[in-house]
């Protein structure tokens, strides 16, 4: 078996170099992607901090309980993070998560919030997504149509993309709105799931969303030739594509997002490296 892993700090809020908020866990049968959420008011914890608090708690219970059922360990997971750490649920940093373990016979995914995972087989790319987020519906200007309006990023931009946060926030772990890691355990039962063959995967990618956003939002490539891109130049070929999209759309305004560049981490696993020529 061959895992390669890539990652790539983004910029914060304030356009400058910061540690990244993504975080990455590889054990000898499953690998984690949480994605800390970006915390917008000063003097808070942050969602990096969460994140890796959170993909400790995940670990200990892949490796001390392979059997368990993967959103009872991640409900087990937030609920003794926030209880440690005395989280309230709606007011607590918040992460997304994406796990793929994998037995003699099975590779299960789990999906909580927009880090995909995506199972290579002969049928091509079978993608598992939580689409929640990006769905939700837009009220008002927000942020995005300031930057399509060419305001660029900047202290208006922040002002904008906090006033935006706070309809969003409303809808954190609520029915009708989104589903992330924060201090309600309850959240992963809301996880999106699935299983496959082993015998059918040949690879297995994990993605947070500042790699996943080169498919999804830029479209300058799909998931098929994605897949292609890892396999033949590896991981870190994908995170260079995407931040040289980013590179020609500076201000923002052909892609609106939150910064000029997000974290990027991306995890392939082969799981049958040894079969090829």
């Known amino acids: 078996m061959k895992i390669d892993v890539a990652e790539r700090p983004g910029v914060g809020l304030d356009g400058q170099e910061r540690p990244s908020e993504d975080v990455v866990v590889v054990l000898p049968n499953a690998v984690v992607v949480l994605d800390g959420a970006t915390t917008l008011l000063p003097g808070r914890r942050s969602g990096g901090w969460y994140a890796t608090l959170l993909s400790g708690q995940i670990a200990g219970r892949l490796t001390g309980y392979p059997d368990m059922d993967l959103a ?15 989280l309230v649920a709606g007011d607590a940093p918040a992460s997304t998560v994406a796990i793929a373990r994998w037995s003699g016979d099975t590779v299960e995914g789990l999906v909580l919030g927009d880090s995909p995972i995506v199972a290579v087989t002969a049928q091509g790319p079978q993608v ?5 987020l990006a769905t939700l519906p837009r009220t008002g200007p927000g942020y995005r149509s300031r930057l399509r309006a060419g305001g660029g990023y900047g202290a208006d931009h922040v002002a904008a993309l906090r006033t935006s946060a706070v309809g969003v926030d ?34 297995v990618l994990l993605a947070s969303d500042g790699v996943s956003c080169g498919v999804d939002d830029y479209g300058i490539l799909d998931w098929p030739a994605a897949v292609e891109l890892v396999t033949t130049a590896g991981a870190q070929a994908m995170l260079d594509a995407v931040r040289a999209a980013e590179e020609q759309d500076r201000d923002g305004a052909r892609w609106p997002r939150p910064k000029p560049h997000d974290d990027q981490a991306l995890v392939v696993v082969d799981l049958q490296s040894e079969n090829r020529d």
């Open 72 to 86: 009872d360990l991640l409900a087990a997971a937030i609920g003794a993070l926030a209880r440690e750490q005395d």
């Open 170 to 203: 409303r809808l954190r772990n609520t029915e009708g709105g989104y589903w992330v890691a924060e201090a309600d355990p309850d959240a992963a039962y809301h996880a999106v799931r699935a299983r496959w063959p082993r015998a059918d995967v040949r690879q």
């Open 128 to 132: 598992l997504a939580d689409e929640r």
